[in-house]
């Protein structure tokens, strides 16, 4: 009976079969050590291991998705074409422009190739969103109090007024020394989500003298108060326009392939569940947006 024996830290072990399949126990790939690059129309993740010997798996999913924007799984089946997972071992000590560099380097040399025959591959993605208005909303809700898309937990201006939340719930309330939000007309619905914070009939968004999508520095005379929550005003100019949007976003993965069969000539490896591994922070930065007026 053949035996190969491919060593990794902590000597995982495969063991081989007359008719060449080999069954392994263990990868050592750290989990935490997974990487991508690349975009729509091609998406590569990898683990590169160097502890012992140079080793990697990497998968290659050739798709025009737009990856990362949405949480939920997604699940691709290796298909050697555009879906396509690689195990390799290399001569030397492999870094990140191995995958992603535009011209791919020249060394170290592949020692060892395992292809991927078959599997499921999952890709989970969390997305967090947060529009920092001062606000505490759940975000598995689906209230969207203005319509324009946004969802409110990651709407920095919830009412459609063209006035931030932030700017209308008061000091008093951010700092923690008032239980509720400003609500200027005493009306029973807090500023940043009244239309009409002053209830002079004329919306707040129209209540913008110069035009500019900003109401809060529109003055009649010599007020100090802008014009949207001075009642005695009621100067109107239709603006049915959104200014600019913005919110943070964050997007964290972990991949997956199940059933997962590597082949080499006649020789088999089969792994019932490889974890390629997690990366926190794929997405993380400000997204910013002008909403579709409704």
């Known amino acids: 009976m053949r035996k190969l024996f491919f060593i990794f830290i902590l000597f995982s072990l495969f063991y081989s079969c007359n008719d060449g399949e080999i069954i392994v126990t263990d990868f050592n790939f750290e989990a935490s050590n997974l990487n991508n690059c690349g975009g729509p129309g091609a998406y590569i993740f990898y683990n ?39 195990y390799r071992k290399y001569d030397g000590d492999i870094t990140d422009s191995y995958f992603c560099s535009n011209i791919p380097p020249t060394s170290p040399s592949v020692s060892i190739e395992y292809l991927g025959a078959s599997g499921i591959a999952l890709l989970t993605t969390i997305v967090t969103r947060d529009d920092e208005d001062g606000i505490e909303e759940d975000p598995e809700s689906n209230l969207d109090t203005d319509n324009d898309g946004l969802l409110n937990y990651f709407d920095n201006d919830d009412d459609g007024d063209n006035v931030p939340t932030v700017n209308e719930l008061g000091a008093g309330f951010l700092s923690g020394n008032n239980e509720f939000p400003i609500d200027t007309d005493n009306d029973g619905i807090f500023d940043y989500l009244d239309i009409d914070d002053d209830e002079d009939t004329i919306l707040t968004r129209y209540e913008d003298a110069n035009g500019d999508l900003d109401p809060t520095n529109d003055f009649t005379g010599t007020s100090d108060v802008p014009d949207y929550l001075t009642p005695a005003i009621a100067n109107s100019n239709v603006i049915d326009q959104y200014r600019i949007h913005s919110y943070q976003i964050t997007s964290d993965i972990e991949l997956v392939i199940n059933n997962l069969v590597l082949v080499n000539g006649s020789e088999e490896i089969t792994k019932e569940t490889m974890i390629l591994g997690n990366k926190s922070g794929v997405i993380d930065g400000t997204i910013s947006v002008i909403p579709d007026f409704n």
Not at 49 to 75: H, K, R
């Open 48 to 86: 590169i291991n160097n502890s012992l010997s140079a080793e990697s798996i990497s998968l290659i999913l050739e798709t025009s998705d737009v990856l990362f924007f949405e949480s939920g799984t997604i699940e691709y089946v290796l298909n050697g074409d555009t879906y396509v997972v690689n």
